[in-house]
């Protein structure tokens, strides 16, 4: 919708108030209320209902440990009625996204795409065509979905935040995304040669073998007069040694837990005798080997959708399509590849990442955080081919200082 009439008096007058004299309004809108930020809202409610879990386990543990014990006074059941009163109130109470997302107004100019409120009902967020090269866009059936247009990495010394900024919750979120890319595509570019690779590319396109589900997503994504260049999807054992290297940690971790649950299993038969280890113990290395166990599940669930992730170059930007859950798709405009970054590995395969990342924060970011063309056969190859469709925004004279202040990144 373009009519500012649609926000509520106090909203119409922010949006003015930030709009310049010679910006036209394209689109404005405000989040679905009850998919604003529904991420956050899901990892919440996990949260207290492992606090509820937790509770109940204490609480019944205890018990069953007075009774087995004959104590005829016991306080330690007493322990999980917090965790179990935390997490039923937490569950019960309403989560405040939605009423944040009445203070939340989006809007696409004819020269850049503000973002106002949020957490914070002051915030107001600004971003041109130079900061529009790297979009990710979520679908999700019906619709709707959220255009992330920013990610940020915060590193304190010790450890690193990644926040996410964008059009969260939106009705028709492919149009919107439409009218952003249009918006990007004003950035100027400098000329560029085409590589032989790519030229040939063009005549004879490598397109690997595709399930149907992604080259009918692919297919929706091409742009009229836009030509597929390459295509393929990773190599799925790559995302299983990623996946192992990035929870190598809970290896240990589970082999611990099984020690300590096989010492403790023949203790449970011996609770009522004085001095032997409480069946509530049990509970703890328990506890311990399920978390172990599912994080060593997390790489055979990563291979498992590498099969439904595909990479691709086309005449106009690079993206990737994941259908493994929602449908996500990345884009990257000529002017998104100039920070690609090639990790090479045996057999010719590796790694093109292609999300930005400042250089404090490339040191300390781990490579496995950042998006691109992972686990790629071939991948020098693609490397050229993302040579030429990189294109680097042209430079003004130095002396325009208004186009400096306005592109900044």
Same mark, same amino acid.
């Not at 790519?198 to 009918?216: A, K, S």
């Given at each position: =919708? ?76 007493? !322990? ?8 039923? !109130? ?11 997302? %009445?203070?939340?107004?989006?809007? !696409? ?6 973002? =106002? ?19 990710? $866009? ?26 996410? #900024?964008?059009?969260?919750? !939106?009705?028709?979120?492919?149009r919107v995304h439409g009218l952003i890319a249009a918006l ?25 073998? *595709? ?10 994504? =091409?742009?009229?007069?836009? %030509?597929?260049?390459?295509?393929? &999807?990773?190599?799925?054992?790559? #995302? ?6 990035? &929870?190598?940690?809970?290896? =240990? ?11 403790? +299993?023949?203790?449970?038969? &011996? ?17 311990? *080997? ?12 990563? $291979? ?5 992730? +595909? ?8 993206l990737t399509i994941d259908a493994s859950g929602p449908l996500i798709t990345r ?5 998104? *590849? ?7 590995? %045996? ?5 093109? *990442? ?22 790629? @056969?071939?991948? $020098? ?22 186009? #400096?202040? @306005?592109?900044?990144?």
């Open positions: =919708m373009t009519d500012i009439a649609v926000l509520p008096k106090y909203l119409q007058n922010r949006l003015q108030a930030a709009l310049r004299p010679d910006e036209r309004l394209v689109w404005v809108g405000q989040p679905i209320a009850q998919h604003y930020m529904k991420r956050e809202a899901y990892e919440r409610r996990t949260a207290f209902v492992a606090m509820v879990v937790i509770g109940l386990l204490w609480i019944v543990g205890g018990i069953a440990r007075t009774l087995i014990m004959g104590l005829d006074v016991d306080f330690l059941p007493l !322990i999980g009625v917090p965790f179990l009163l935390g997490g039923v !109130i937490g569950l019960r109470a309403p989560f405040e996204r939605k009423e944040n997302a %009445r203070f939340v107004v989006y809007a !696409i100019t004819s020269a850049r795409v503000i973002l =106002m409120g949020g957490a914070d009902p002051e915030t107001i967020r600004s971003y041109r065509h130079t900061q529009l090269q790297q979009i990710e $866009r979520t679908e999700h059936a019906g619709g709707w979905g959220d255009l992330i247009l920013e990610t940020e990495h915060e590193y304190d010394g010790d450890s690193y935040t990644t926040n996410r #900024y964008g059009m969260l919750g !939106i009705a028709g979120v492919r990007a595509k004003t950035l100027p570019l400098a000329p560029n040669t085409p590589h032989a690779s790519f030229q040939r590319g063009l005549i004879t396109p490598d397109i690997g073998p *595709l399930p149907d589900q992604l080259r009918q997503a692919l297919r929706a994504e =091409m742009a009229p007069g836009e %030509r597929l260049v390459w295509a393929a &999807q990773p190599i799925p054992n790559s #995302y299983l040694k990623r996946g192992f290297t990035e &929870q190598s940690f809970f290896i =240990m971790w589970t082999l611990v837990s099984l020690l300590l649950t096989g010492f403790l +299993v023949p203790a449970i038969w &011996q609770t009522h005798r004085p001095g032997t280890i409480d069946l509530l113990m049990m509970g703890v290395p328990l506890s311990f *080997l399920w978390i172990g166990l599912y994080h060593l599940y997390q790489p055979f669930k990563m $291979r498992k959708n590498a099969l439904s992730v +595909v990479h691709a170059i086309t005449t106009e930007r690079a884009i990257y405009a000529p002017a998104g *590849l100039m920070h690609a970054v090639c990790i090479g590995r %045996r057999n010719d395969s590796g790694d093109l *990442l292609l999300e930005a990342v400042s250089e404090e924060m490339s040191s300390h970011v781990d490579c496995f955080q950042r998006h691109g063309f992972l686990g790629i @056969d071939e991948v $020098r190859h693609v490397e050229r081919l993302i040579g030429h469709l990189k294109q680097a925004p042209v430079r003004p004279s130095f002396l325009d200082k208004n186009w #400096y202040c @306005d592109n900044a990144l």
